[in-house]
């Protein structure tokens, strides 16, 4: 009896053992399902720790400048290879003159990373002199190359120079430094205007007579990204964009080939062997891509059935060879540049900085999405090309140096300017001998405005709420800025018209006169800011005995503390 109890009891430990046992391993996940809830907060975290570093936008540019034109010379290799074997008799012609513009723009490259940004600033003027010089010689017979009815390069070496190319790179530098100076100045949108408009228009002017209507677009794209994140009020701001819309619809129907091309894409021409020849053969070879491809090099397309297919109409070879997993990895890489783009400019606390990189940014991924937008048939063909994936080697070599420019930004960042001052600069810094990067200081009387700036841009909503996103610009609307005024100029609304009782301030007045009631000319010093004709920013005593300057005992403002940021 002792015997079956026993048995019994042992019989009933073991079952209530199994059936813990089972509720346990049922509450318990398998380790598959533990990495696989856990893989996404891997990776985010990862990202964060890799974002969080001082120079992490420094080396996410070089790197996606890197793949950028690595894999662009692997495409047009493979998309040129035939094209250049049928008319030159070797498969490596245009790849070796784009392996050459490829070398010269990491040249420019390297030299926008070195070029410290007063140098930068003091060469924005000649800059865009020069190539407003060379886009009016390029019109001029015998100076200029005629080719397929257009009158667009120089032949320098053997070597074809798009001067309209070259003034891209300018006007974003020169636009950001003139609307950087003019920050301070409290001007008004007459003088905001006046400078940048009329040269556009001369620039846009001497582009249409090439013609080229596809760069003008993109000129058009630059002063509207600098316009608005200098903070033009959206009003203004749409009426320039209804306009500038309403002079490239008549532009695109007065020449014969354009009015095709849109209405080929509107439907309203249906001819497969005409306008809509090219459209219709790059539609063709993304279907036969997949979405796996059909493999590197094996393109059909290229074979005299798809015409430019190593330029404007890259992305339909990639997408034939690599697929759709390929396309969509060239969408991400420019997406993931915009993002790194406006980050930096976020980051930037030079003004100047701010604008430029945030214009570039604008530019680079604005062309991408405009060329993928062609070829996937969203938009009407314009000929915009794929920077740094296209062939063409002026678009290659301007593109590379507008990434430099991005590249010297994200050096000086705050918290990479901390790193790189120290003793361990980087290997990488000490292999290129790049200069230490210099702290920007704003100047005192610009604080109370980015205090105000800030304050009216977290009350908005809409496009300022957009700029104030992307930490560019002022608020859309108009605003007052307490800043130095002279005694003989009325104090002026931004954007608005003078005041009819300006206020009497004696801590506001400015020791340096003007003339002619104009204000004061401005003189820009990095380290400084930007300051008055005396070279020197006005300052207010804390006793509000009024200003002092350097006659009086001025002093540099303190450096920032930007473990606050």
Known sequence: MSTETTERRNRTSSSATSSSTKRAGGQKKSPAKEAATSWPAVVAEAARSLLARPLA???????????LT?????MVLSASSVEGYSKEGSAYGLFATQVIFALLGLGCFYAMLRVPVRVLRRLALP??????????????????????????WFVIGGLSVQPSELVKVALCVWGAHLLASRRRENA????????????TMLICLLIILEPNLSTTITIAIIVGALLWFAGLPVKVFLGFVVGGAAIAVVLS?????????????????????GAGYQARQATYALANGGVFGVGLGQSRAKWNYLPNA????????IGEELGLVGGLLVVLLFAFLAFVGFRIAVRSVDPFLRLMTATITVLITAQAFINIGYVIGLLPVTGIQLPLLSAGGTSTLTVLAMMGLLANAARHEPEAVIALSGAHRGRMNRLLRLPAPVAYRPPRADRPRDRLDKRQSDAGSGPGALRRWFGLGGPSGPQQTPQAQTPQQPRTARWGRPEANPPRTAARRSTTPSRAGRPAPVRVDYRTGYSGSAGRPTDTRSDGAGPTSSASGWRPP??????RR
Not at 57 to 67: D, E, G, M, P
């Open 57 to 67: 936008s420094y080396h996410l540019v070089l790197t996606i400048a890197f793949l």
């Open 70 to 74: 690595a894999f662009g010379l692997v």
């Open 127 to 152: 800059m865009i002199v020069l190539t407003t010089t060379l886009l009016a010689l390029v019109l001029i017979p015998g100076i200029g190359t005629l080719s397929q009815g257009a009158r667009r």
């Open 188 to 199: 008004s949108l007459k003088e905001l205007l006046i400078p940048l408009l009329p040269v």
């Open 253 to 273: 129907l007065v020449e014969g080939y354009r009015s095709q091309r849109v209405m080929s894409f509107l439907g309203n021409i249906d001819d497969p062997q």
């Open 310 to 317: 190593h330029n404007d109409f890259i992305f339909a070879i």
């Open 558 to 563: 303190p450096r920032p503390d930007w473990t």
